[in-house]
């Protein structure tokens, strides 16, 4: 899928732009003999959350390791981001530390030629079990999470959902009966922000844990080249249900040129009642609307069965060492940092959390947004929820984001987006050299 983790959605124009920490420590150790300090660099993607979190854990890390001082370097989200970082990684110019994709796309930065593997580091320890599959090659791992798990999932305007006497759905039909009645009351029933096309993807995305409910085998068939989303009943479902709350006419009326922080101010204001997004928004609207935030809370994206109604979970994104660091010993320091409860902590401090941390000992406090804590019975109960396919296959085509802008616009029916996007992830699979695509 072309949306997973934070650090490559929503392409943004710019470059790469160095945020120097004015961070100050007293003098120790011996990279410090003279006075000096040992400085390394880190590059995360520009989006306002991530960049304060890093931040702030960088200011966290100088405090607790006195000489070290670290740079902050920003790079695009989306696609022009994803170009930064396969081109610094070939020219051997990456930073000391970066922020990149888990699961399948971390596969495009060739970790094993270009990563340092981390599998004996002793700070692997406070990692995760379930985390560290999205992060490993081969045999090795090579990342540590940053910031906490999300869901893609339905975020709903609960003063809205109260005035007009609704209950969350729990199957397609209840939520489509929903929509209709907000959109009688004058409200914007389903926000799509196109202008930002990773959004539009969410409804075949968010659905995932549906299909892999009804067919438990699809990860596997569709890595092997045996199903397809556009013949498989369960998995063509997502782009459907696009299709048909777009021809229903439920979606925003500007919905072409709605952008991500547009959809946020709809649904915060109430001039729109449900936005299909990932859980991470919250920490945007926290910065943006922190008196407001409670006024929203998350549902999955509902399938069939009332009885079977579960979350499709994303994993964070990971924060990597290259092999071309010249500052390998200090760059593990952070990572370690990062992996740790004060690293958790520090990222609390800044964004607050937006669902739980991979990273053991890390605690949420108890004042997280309502629409965490609706996540966290997902996430407490395995059987409740499922991982987004790109954590279970490595299959995906970057096309996906604008073929559902044309499905949920009218421009392609749900089958022949199904079919092109089956067409898309071909060339991927093939580099691959997964068995049975060649």
Known sequence: MAASSKQRWAALAGGVTVLALALTGCSGGSSTANGDEKTITWLVDNAENTVAAAEKVAEEFTAANPGIKVEVETRPQGGDGDNIVKTRLSTGDMADVFNYNTGSLLQQINPEQNLQPITSEPYLANVTESFKPVVTSGSEVYGVPFSTGMAGAVLYNKKVYEKLGLSVPKTWDEFMENSRKIKDAGIAPIIQSYQTTWTSQLFVLGDFANVVTADPNFPADYTANKAKFATNAAAVKGFEHLEEAGKAGLFNEDFASTTYQQAQDMLINGEGA?????????????????????????????????????????????????????????????????????????????????????????????????????????????????????????????????????????????????????????????????????
Do not use: H
């Not at 629409?371 to 970057?398: H, I, Q």
């Open 274 to 438: 449900q936005y299909p997004i990932l859980s991470f928004a919250l920490n945007n609207i926290k910065v943006t609307y922190p008196d407001k935030l409670n006024d929203l809370g998350l549902f999955p994206l509902p399938g069939d069965d009332a009885s079977k109604n579960k979350l499709t979970v994303w994993m964070p994104g990971g924060t990597y060492i290259p092999k071309s660091s010249k500052n390998m010993e200090e760059a593990k320091k952070l990572q370690a940092f990062i992996a740790s409860k004060a690293g958790c902590d520090a990222q609390t401090a800044a964004v607050g959390a937006a669902g739980p941390y991979l990273v053991k000992d890390c605690e949420l406090p108890s004042d997280v947004p309502d629409a965490v804590k609706d996540m966290l019975p997902y996430f407490e109960d395995e059987a409740k929820n499922s991982p987004a396919l790109e954590f279970l296959s490595p299959v995906k085509g970057p096309a996906l984001e604008q073929i559902t802008v044309e499905v949920g616009s009218g421009i392609r029916s749900a089958k022949d987006g199904a079919a092109l996007y089956d067409e898309d992830v071909k060339k991927q699979a093939k580099q691959l050299n997964l068995p049975g695509w060649n």
